[in-house]
């Protein structure tokens, strides 16, 4: 069985692609969740959660945006069969932070909504509301992109069960510095024989 | 044919009881371990479940130097492998690819928030300071045994145990490993308690899961872990499985990043695809052990969900969360625990502190223990915040 | 009143990122939840906090604050009677 990247997007260095084409550029390098907002503006979506939403999110929420853009692999009803697969270095630390200097003895007032985004996995919660997306996903810590145990286990998803699709994001954010790789990956088929196989070596090329 | 994977091994620690005898005495004689809280320094009155021992009484236990560094979450973890592998007759494994996977979210988090100031002010404990990641507390765990070819952490807060499991037996199904060692492991911190406050979840009492007038819940601590290997190999290692892992299913309910849908739809999915990946229909499942939180959301869910999925014949439910507290990141394997206990002693744990039917739901949990019910199939839920939705399926072994 | 509708309007924007509206976008007597501004239930723990933070008044049943929240003005006419700064 071989998987293919039908489509990636790349959100880092107050830049974004799309399958290898920059798409747009910050003015500015000073602040990089200026860059998101920006780049969410350059959107025609009208999405008023995405305000809501951390920074570790936002970088995520972004990459996927871009990835399915123009796409109709994902539906815009329920999407059973499509899984999400995540990767991160830092986890939610940068919340993390936010949310403990919300229970400091001194200035004692603990902020439910910073506290809903203390986990990894609520990016892929975001993405899931976002896009109907019912199917399996599930959150890994790892220290790069280029992970071939995960890699091996999206295979055997494909392998062993019902899904069509499924996107692959590496996004991290920590200390105003973020970065995410959204891939659309699905099963060969004579439509997207000219696409990138997704492997690890196509991964490290991609986030070189 | 495709391999039965099977369980062979577990170990577990928690409030209710630091090893697999003491949690099967526990659910037969229905004993609460939520209580007052003892191990962090917190403002808070919220009863809690906590394990039993302190970090220094663990480090003893494992001969540990008391100098070393070591977060509570690891060091439960180590307890809980050590119990899983000695029952799994696993001592050395030299030919064998094993795999560790554990499940944590909150890691070392709870010496990171003890010393956050001194990391800023001295240097006394910045040991502890690559001991906050999750990876780092499995890693720890891990490198106390040595020997695991495959490590891994999958975190998705309360669902993350019971998605170790699962990869775990995929891991196996596909040859990358023969054995896998896999649940999770979860201390309590002021930063999840006060989090959990703040989203106004806590019940300042005994939380009263699937009750009509359930309040919130109560945070557990603990560490679980399942051995599991095909049924051949169990058989060559002269291994009795303790039951099968028949099914999994994971799926994600896109509604809200910490409440669940009102019908449930993540969880039906969940369930459902469980139940067709163990081959089974809803009317073989004897018991189902509930995520049942107590919390007026979760309940609400799971419960609509379950009476869709079950709509013909809903079995035995309860949730033990009234007992253990809510451990989180280990609630999918401190429950698959429970699970494989109450199929190996024919009982139905308890829904305990459960008086009055939820009127949205048409049944009600079982309220106390039931001896005497021979389980063959035992569904076990575990649902996580961001709508990360697991079910898994295990049955009697022949 | 109209000075502590005003502020709240502002704290409100701040506090919840609705970050396209200004505080003449909002209408005083238009439903919060729902409908209004589409706010969802961790917002209304998050107004919770709110009040706390800036007013004083401590809420420990979350499901008061569906009569409280209906809409700013209801808000502002119970932080009113009930603030302590």
């Given at each position: 069985?071989?998987?293919?990247?039908?489509?990636?997007?790349?959100?880092?260095?107050?830049?974004?692609?799309?399958?290898?084409?920059?798409?747009?550029?910050?003015?500015?390098?000073?602040?990089?969740?200026?860059?998101?907002?920006?780049?969410?503006?350059?959107?025609?979506?009208?999405?008023?959660?995405?305000?809501?939403?951390?920074?570790?999110?936002?970088?995520?929420?972004?990459?996927?945006?871009?990835?399915?853009?123009?796409?109709?692999a994902?539906?815009?009803?329920?999407n059973?069969?499509?899984?999400?697969?995540?990767?991160?270095?830092?986890?939610?630390?940068?919340?993390?932070?936010?949310?403990?200097?919300?229970?400091?003895?001194?200035?004692?007032?603990?902020?439910?909504?910073?506290?809903?985004?203390?986990?990894?996995?609520?990016?892929?919660?975001?993405?899931?509301?976002?896009?109907?997306?019912?199917?399996?996903?599930?959150?890994?810590?790892?220290?790069?992109?280029?992970?071939?145990?995960?890699?091996d286990?999206?295979?055997?998803?494909?392998?062993?069960?019902?899904?069509?699709?499924?996107?692959?994001?590496?996004?991290?954010?920590?200390?105003?510095?973020?970065?995410?790789?959204?891939?659309?990956?699905?099963?060969?088929?004579?439509?997207?024989?000219?696409?990138?196989?997704?492997?690890?070596?196509?991964?490290?090329?991609?986030?070189? | 044919?495709?391999?039965?994977?099977?369980?062979?091994?577990?170990?577990?620690?928690?409030?209710?009881?630091?090893?697999?005898?003491?949690?099967?005495?526990?659910?037969?004689?229905?004993r609460?371990?939520?209580?007052?809280?003892k191990?962090?320094?917190?403002?808070?009155?919220?009863p809690?479940?906590?394990?039993?021992f302190?970090?220094?009484?663990?480090?003893?236990?494992?001969?540990?130097?008391?100098?070393?560094t070591a977060?509570?979450?690891?060091?439960?973890?180590?307890?809980?492998?050590?119990?899983?592998?000695?029952?799994?007759?696993?001592?050395?494994?030299?030919?064998?690819?094993?795999?560790?996977i554990?499940?944590?979210?909150?890691?070392?988090?709870?010496?990171?928030?003890?010393?956050?100031?001194?990391?800023?002010?001295?240097?006394?404990?910045?040991?502890?300071?690559?001991?906050?990641?999750?990876?780092?507390?499995?890693?720890?765990?891990?490198?106390?045994?040595?020997g695991?070819?495959?490590v891994?952490?999958?975190?998705t807060?309360?669902?993350?145990?019971?998605?170790?499991?699962?990869?775990?037996?995929?891991?196996?199904?596909?040859?990358?490993?023969?054995?896998?060692?896999?649940?999770?492991?979860?201390?309590?911190?002021?930063?999840?308690?006060?989090?959990?406050?703040?989203l106004?979840?806590?019940?300042?009492?005994?939380?009263r899961?699937?009750?009509?007038?359930?309040?919130?819940?109560?945070?557990?601590?603990?560490?679980?872990?399942?051995?599991?290997?095909s049924?051949?190999?169990?058989?060559?290692?002269?291994?009795?499985?303790?039951?099968?892992?028949?099914?999994?299913?994971n799926?994600?309910?896109?509604?809200?990043?910490?409440?669940?849908?009102?019908?449930?739809?993540?969880?039906?999915?969940?369930?459902?695809?469980?139940?067709?990946n163990?081959?089974?229909?809803?009317?073989?499942?004897?018991?189902?052990?509930?995520?049942?939180?107590?919390?007026?959301?979760?309940?609400?869910?799971?419960?609509?969900?379950?009476?869709?999925?079950?709509?013909?014949?809903?079995?035995?439910?309860?949730?033990?969360?009234?007992?253990?507290?809510?451990?989180?990141?280990?609630?999918?394997?401190?429950?698959?625990?429970?699970?494989?206990?109450?199929?190996?002693?024919?009982?139905?744990?308890?829904?305990?502190?459960?008086?009055?039917?939820?009127?949205?739901?048409?049944f009600?949990?079982?309220?106390?223990?039931?001896?005497?019910?021979?389980?063959?199939?035992?569904?076990?839920?575990?649902?996580?915040f961001?709508?990360?939705?697991?079910?898994?399926?295990?049955?009697?072994?022949? | 009143?109209?000075?502590?509708?005003?502020?709240?309007?502002?704290?409100?924007?701040?506090?919840?990122?609705?970050?396209?509206?200004?505080?003449?976008?909002?209408?005083?007597?238009?439903?919060?939840?729902?409908?209004?501004?589409?706010?969802?239930?961790?917002?209304?723990?998050?107004?919770?906090?709110?009040?706390?933070?800036?007013?004083?008044?401590?809420?420990?049943?979350?499901?008061?604050?569906?009569?409280?929240?209906?809409?700013?003005?209801?808000?502002?006419?119970?932080?009113?009677?009930?603030?302590?700064?």
């Open positions: 069985m071989i998987l293919k990247i039908a489509k990636y997007s790349i959100v880092a260095n107050f830049k974004a692609q799309i399958d290898g084409s920059i798409v747009y550029t910050h003015p500015e390098r000073n602040s990089f969740p200026e860059f998101l907002t920006s780049l969410y503006r350059s959107f025609p979506i009208q999405y008023p959660k995405f305000f809501k939403m951390d920074n570790l999110s936002k970088t995520g929420f972004l990459a996927v945006e871009l990835c399915l853009k123009d796409s109709l994902v539906k815009d009803e329920s059973f069969n499509t899984a999400i697969f995540m990767l991160c270095s830092s986890s939610s630390l940068d919340t993390d932070i936010d949310f403990q200097n919300t229970i400091q003895p001194a200035e004692y007032f603990p902020s439910p909504k910073v506290f809903v985004y203390t986990l990894s996995n609520i990016v892929m919660g975001e993405i899931a509301i976002r896009h109907k997306i019912f199917g399996e996903n599930t959150c890994f810590i790892s220290e790069s992109f280029a992970c071939q145990s995960v890699l286990y999206i295979y055997q998803s494909f392998a062993e069960t019902e899904i069509e699709n499924a996107i692959i994001l590496w996004d991290d954010y920590l200390d105003g510095k973020g970065e995410s790789v959204a891939l659309l990956v699905e099963k060969e088929n004579d439509g997207n024989k000219d696409k990138m196989n997704f492997n690890i070596e196509t991964i490290n090329n991609i986030i070189k | 044919m495709e391999q039965q994977i099977v369980v062979s091994g577990m170990g577990i620690i928690s409030g209710i009881g630091n090893n697999v005898d003491e949690t099967l005495d526990a659910l037969l004689n229905m609460c371990a939520i209580n007052g809280i191990h962090i320094q917190t403002i808070h009155n919220l809690c479940a906590e394990v039993a302190t970090d220094k009484e663990m480090k003893d236990i494992l001969s540990i130097p008391q100098s070393e977060t509570r979450t690891s060091l439960m973890g180590m307890v809980a492998v050590r119990e899983a592998l000695k029952s799994a007759k696993l001592t050395n494994w030299e030919r064998l690819k094993v795999a560790f554990n499940g944590t979210t909150v890691g070392g988090m709870e010496k990171s928030e003890l010393y956050y100031f001194d990391f800023l002010e001295n240097d006394k404990y910045n040991n502890f300071i690559e001991a906050h990641d999750c990876g780092a507390c499995t890693e720890k765990i891990a490198d106390y045994f040595g695991f070819s495959y891994s952490t999958p975190s807060a309360c669902s993350s145990a019971a998605n170790a499991i699962m990869l775990g037996a995929e891991l196996i199904r596909t040859g990358v490993v023969d054995i896998a060692i896999a649940g999770g492991s979860e201390c309590i911190t002021k930063f999840h308690l006060n989090g959990f406050n703040s106004m979840i806590l019940d300042k009492n005994i939380c899961p699937f009750d009509e007038t359930r309040a919130g819940l109560n945070l557990g601590e603990g560490a679980a872990y399942l051995v599991l290997e049924e051949n190999l169990a058989k060559e290692r002269h291994v009795e499985p303790l039951c099968v892992l028949s099914g999994y299913g799926a994600c309910d896109a509604y809200h990043q910490t409440a669940s849908s009102p019908e449930g739809d993540g969880a039906v999915l969940a369930m459902s695809q469980a139940l067709e163990s081959g089974l229909r809803p009317t073989e499942i004897d018991y189902i052990n509930a995520h049942g939180t107590g919390t007026s959301n979760n309940d609400e869910s799971e419960g609509r969900a379950v009476a869709k999925v079950f709509s013909e014949r809903i079995p035995y439910i309860s949730s033990t969360k009234s007992l253990t507290g809510h451990t989180t990141s280990a609630a999918g394997s401190v429950e698959a625990v429970v699970c494989v206990l109450a199929i190996l002693n024919d009982f139905v744990p308890g829904n305990f502190n459960f008086s009055k039917q939820m009127e949205i739901l048409p009600s949990p079982q309220k106390d223990v039931l001896r005497n019910v021979k389980l063959k199939h035992v569904l076990s839920n575990s649902f996580g961001g709508g990360n939705n697991s079910s898994l399926v295990f049955s009697k072994y022949r | 009143m109209d000075e502590l509708i005003l502020n709240l309007k502002k704290e409100i924007i701040e506090v919840l990122n609705l970050e396209d509206l200004t505080p003449e976008d909002i209408d005083a007597n238009a439903p919060l939840f729902g409908d209004g501004l589409g706010l969802d239930s961790i917002d209304a723990l998050e107004l919770i906090v709110l009040m706390e933070k800036n007013y004083g008044i401590k809420l420990e049943d979350a499901s008061q604050g569906r009569e409280i929240f209906k809409s700013i003005t209801t808000m502002a006419a119970y932080i009113n009677e009930h603030r302590t700064i």
